[in-house]
Antibody
Framework: QVQLQESGPGLVKPSQTLSLTCTVS??????????WSWIRQPPGKGLEWIGY???????YYNPSLKSRVTISVDTSKNQFSLKLSSVTAADTAVYYC???????????WGQGTLVTVSS | NFMLTQPHSVSESPGKTVTISCTGS????????VQWYQQRPGSAPTTVIY?????PSGVPDRFSGSIDSSSNSASLTISGLKTEDEADYYC?????????FGTGTKVTVL
């Protein structure tokens, strides 16, 4: 059974770049059957899709975040990563990595990691 | 931008049935699959319904999903409500490769 684990700093200063990595175990990120996504949830609020990457490197981002987001993949390490630039307090959230099928179904999720933007 | 709107909250007594709606803002919700996730406090979401009306293994048949093209909405029905069903529920779909989550519904079991 595939497992996903987020890692990265829990505190980021305003205007800096948030960087997170998702390590995939129990399955290959190079499998063509899945898409690899980042989703976030501000405290007390709903879920927001950030974007996804295919193992080939093709990406698609939420239009509202597109100018600040980069998602990349490292197949040799079975990892994919998120960079969100110019962060503000509004970017404080629990960030989840997840695996989805072509149907759009997010069938596996990481446990999530809280990132706080504060000076 | 495509949006999915859900009621903020619903509440019902144990043993009863609740239905949560998920209304698409544009286009046809029937064009792409709809999923439903349950989220308990402090935990990651888990799937209760995928691809409109499919249940993952381990999800009881008290959970069911449907699509109503006439109202451009999807619905999650929980029958025989149990206290353990108290949680937040989110619908999710996509439009032109843009994935969208619904606004979320808090289910309270009285």
């Amino acid at each position: 059974q595939v497992q996903l684990q987020e890692s990265g700093p829990g505190l980021v200063k305003p205007s800096q770049t948030l960087s997170l990595t998702c390590t995939v175990s129990g399955g290959s990120i190079s499998s063509g059957d899945y898409y690899w996504s980042w989703i976030r949830q501000p405290p007390g609020k709903g879920l927001e899709w950030i974007g996804y990457i295919y193992y080939s490197g093709s990406t698609y981002y939420n239009p509202s975040l597109k100018s600040r987001v980069t998602i990349s993949v490292d197949t040799s390490k079975n990892q994919f990563s998120l960079k969100l630039s110019s962060v503000t307090a509004a970017d404080t959230a629990v960030y989840y990595c997840a695996r989805s099928k072509s149907s759009g179904w997010y069938e596996s999720w990481g446990q999530g990691t809280l990132v706080t933007v504060s000076s | 931008n495509f949006m999915l709107t859900q009621p903020h909250s619903v509440s019902e007594s144990p043993g009863k049935t609740v239905t949560i709606s998920c209304t698409g803002s544009s286009g046809s919700i029937a064009s792409n699959y709809v999923q439903w996730y349950q989220q308990r406090p402090g935990s990651a979401p888990t799937t209760v319904i995928y691809e409109d009306n499919q249940r993952p293994s381990g999800v009881p048949d008290r959970f069911s999903g449907s699509i109503d093209s006439s109202s451009n909405s999807a619905s999650l029905t929980i029958s025989g409500l149990k206290t353990e069903d108290e949680a937040d529920y989110y619908c999710q779909s996509y439009d032109s490769s843009n994935h969208v989550f619904g606004t979320g519904t808090k289910v309270t079991v009285l």
